[in-house]
């Protein structure tokens, strides 16, 4: 299939200015990272590493381990971020190209390949954003800031894991407890703790509170 290239009018300011953004998230999303590091005899030079989206396949793979197509297998609890991670991108870049093939990485080359118009430069903007802020979660869920696991029964349910659907069609077992920055959940029944309620939750499962922690105001801790 021959791709359609760019028309050569110039007359659009914002059709423009909205492609470079959508180019530059495409950029950031799946192309190289560059950057300067001094190595051990002072010299800097410019190293280069896969894209985000490339490491976070790495990184998702790494972590889940490996195992036989019919087994189950334990996900770190982390990683239920890094498979709806990759569920939200791969999923909504095959919603916006419905006519392209190959991987979630050439749909994108795809689309910013494509003959824009000026009425398309509002979609091209709003979607530039939201690649942006893929790359954003993708940094943290590399980093490990956003998920951990509690291994009880759900106070609500009493379910202590739950089996889901990774990136590769697996079926993995994870724990149902979750708790985050912004509180506590339980994946099997949907039970929501929030942040100030997150110590009454940890009460329930028998939890005490570390000693100079005061528990009416442990949600200030981070």
Not at 2 to 15: E, I, Q, W
Request: aromatic share 8%; glycine share 8%; hydrophobic share 40%.
């Amino acid at each position: 299939m021959t791709v359609p290239r760019r028309p050569f009018a110039t007359d659009d300011d914002h059709l423009h200015a909205a492609w470079r953004l959508f180019d530059d998230a495409v950029a950031a999303l799946t192309g190289p990272r560059h950057d300067i590091v001094v190595d051990d005899d002072g010299h800097r030079r410019i190293a280069t590493a896969p894209s985000m989206y490339e490491e976070m396949r790495a990184e998702l793979a790494g972590r889940q381990g490996t195992g036989l197509s019919n087994a189950s297998r334990s996900l770190p609890p982390v990683w239920i971020d890094g498979v709806d991670w990759f569920r939200t991108v791969d999923d909504t870049v095959t919603a916006w190209a419905p006519g392209a093939i190959g991987t979630t990485t050439e749909k994108l080359a795809y689309l910013a390949d494509w003959a824009w118009q000026p009425q398309d430069y509002l979609w091209l903007r709003t979607s530039a954003a939201e690649i942006q802020g893929w790359v954003e979660d993708a940094k943290e869920l590399i980093a490990g800031r956003n998920r951990f696991s509690v291994t009880a029964p759900c106070p609500a349910c009493g379910a202590e894991q739950v089996v889901r659907e990774d990136s590769g069609g697996e079926h993995v077992r994870a724990p149902a407890l979750q708790v985050s920055m912004a509180g506590a959940s339980c994946l099997a029944c949907g039970q929501v703790w929030s942040l100030e309620g997150v110590m009454e939750f940890a009460w329930t499962l028998g939890c005490r509170p570390l000693a100079g922690i005061d528990p009416g105001n442990a949600y200030d801790v981070r």
